[in-house]
């Protein structure tokens, strides 16, 4: 069942097609005027809107462009007027198709459910978009993720275990602990000590070098372990 809003201002046609349409199992709202018409499509948020052009208070090409600056919602344009300047301007105000009085109800109905079906093609499609989006988001925001397991001397890097030397661990854990503290290479060294028989400004150089081939998606151009020229070396959290 789809909703179905009807802005007519001749009463035996607004009828006669609320009658009709209902019958076939839609529901259906009618308003006879643009005003109403207006406030009536936004308050029912219907699956299409059948809009004729000629209204006592606005012509149907403005309530056109009125819909749609709040909805995307297919809009057919069902009038009396048959030049091609009418279809023209009501596609340009927005207007997904356009029927010319008389016509059959059989080319009406088939004509909402193409735009419906169309509506719906886009809005899932839409839908997927956004999910896709957002998973990709998630996997990047995953890659930048590091984490360490200090009980198990374990470092996961995008949920992988990565190996690492002890003295590697270490600075670590000494980084990750205090993030965004700019460490300077004694401090980094007197944290080695006991632990490597001999540490050089050189030495703590290499062991970071290899930690950003580790865990950096671009260990030229480090998210993580960032260089504070002139002082040492700081964990970017």
């Known amino acids: 069942m789809n909703k179905i809003m009807i802005i ?17 199992g839609h529901e259906v709202r009618r308003s006879e005027n643009g005003t109403d018409g207006l406030k009536e499509t936004l308050a029912f948020d219907p699956d299409i809107v059948l809009l004729d052009l000629v209204l006592p208070d606005m012509y149907g090409t403005e309530l056109c462009m009125k819909l749609r600056d709040s909805s995307l919602v297919p809009i057919l344009v069902v009038s009396m007027k048959t030049e091609v300047s009418e279809r023209v301007n009501a596609l340009a105000a927005g207007a997904d198709d356009f029927l010319s009085k008389p016509f059959s109800m059989r080319e009406l109905t088939a004509r909402i459910s193409a735009l419906i079906r169309r509506s719906q093609f886009h809005r899932v499609h839409a ?12 996997a990047v925001e995953s890659k930048r993720h590091v984490e360490l397991d200090t009980e198990r001397r374990a470092l996961y890097v995008r949920g992988l275990f990565i190996e690492t030397t002890f003295s590697e661990f270490e600075l670590m854990k000494l ?28 030495s703590i150089d290499v062991h970071i070098a290899n930690l950003r081939k580790k865990i950096e998606l671009e260990p030229k151009e480090p998210q993580y372990i960032k260089t504070v020229w002139g002082v040492g070396y700081k964990f970017q959290a």
């Open 8 to 24: 007519e201002d001749d009463p035996m046609i607004g009828e006669m097609l609320a009658m009709y349409l209902t019958e076939e």
């Open 127 to 138: 839908i997927a978009h956004q999910q896709t989006s957002a998973a990709v988001q998630s």
């Open 175 to 202: 980084l990750t602990q205090y993030p965004n503290k700019v460490f300077s290479r004694e401090e980094l060294i007197n944290a080695l000590r006991g632990f490597e028989s001999f540490v050089t400004e050189r």
